[in-house]
């Protein structure tokens, strides 16, 4: 089946680092990625939307400048959290799919990010 | 507003029966509904899917009805086994499933021995 591959798997930093997580698709194009937050014990909830070759769909209540999202080819996207603090630590979930319709996502397996 | 929601928290079943997930959903347009499994400090994996022009879609032991009357799917996995032990998310799309998806809260479900 597709793979989605996510990396790194943890973090742990100080606050004030800025933090990349690398989201790929190994064995398809993915036309779109998205990108998950989840909390302890809650759903996943989205944060933002990418096309490849185009800027990131933030949802609201999501800081684009504090989460730097760049999708520059089909299998490739990232994600930045720039000057990452105690408040940002979480579960970061990617998910990719391609351009045909009714056609189901494919997550990574998650960043658990741990700021100190 | 929650769109997709899961009532069950949790479900436990004997191990060779079934299991019986529900979720509801509110929003109209959705037109394409998943079933992921998850295990802790994973990612969710795709099990099954189905479009809103068929009301049931089989997969080995896993099956899903959609009843677009009463905003209702259900997974059902028959046997259950040990190894289907996880939590157990509900989502939904529109537009042929080319919207993000809402996910519903989870059910974790424990089958056991």
């Known amino acids: 089946g597709a793979v989605v591959s996510q990396h790194p798997s943890r973090v742990i930093c100080k606050s004030g680092t800025s933090v990349k997580i690398e989201c790929r698709s190994l064995?398809?194009?993915?036309?779109?990625m998205f990108w998950y937050r989840q909390f302890p014990k809650q759903s996943l909830m989205l944060m933002a939307t990418s096309n490849e070759g185009s800027k990131a769909t933030y949802e609201q209540g999501v800081e684009k400048d504090k989460f730097l999202i760049n999708h520059a080819s089909l299998t490739l996207s990232t994600l930045t959290v720039t000057s990452a603090h105690p408040e940002d630590s979480s579960f970061y979930i990617c998910s990719a799919r391609g351009g045909v319709s009714n056609q189901p996502q494919h997550f990574g397996d998650g960043t658990r990010l741990s700021i100190l | 507003d929650q769109q997709v929601k899961q009532n069950s928290p949790s479900l436990s079943v004997q191990e060779g029966r079934i299991s019986i997930l529900n979720c509801d959903y509110t929003?109209?347009?959705?037109?394409?509904f998943l079933w992921y499994k998850k295990y802790p400090a994973e990612g969710p994996t795709f099990l099954i899917s189905?479009?809103?022009?068929?009301d049931k879609n089989e997969d080995g032991r896993f099956t899903v009805f959609l009843n677009k009357s009463a905003k209702h799917l259900s997974l059902h996995i028959v046997p259950s086994q040990p190894g289907d032990s996880a939590v157990y998310f509900c989502?939904?799309?529109?537009?042929?499933?080319?919207?993000?998806?809402?996910f519903g809260k989870g059910t974790r479900l424990s089958v056991i021995a």
């Open positions: 064995d398809f194009q993915a036309t779109t």
């Open positions: 189905i479009s809103s022009i068929k």
């Open positions: 989502a939904a799309s529109a537009n042929s499933g080319n919207t993000p998806l809402v």
């Open positions: 929003n109209s347009m959705f037109d394409y």
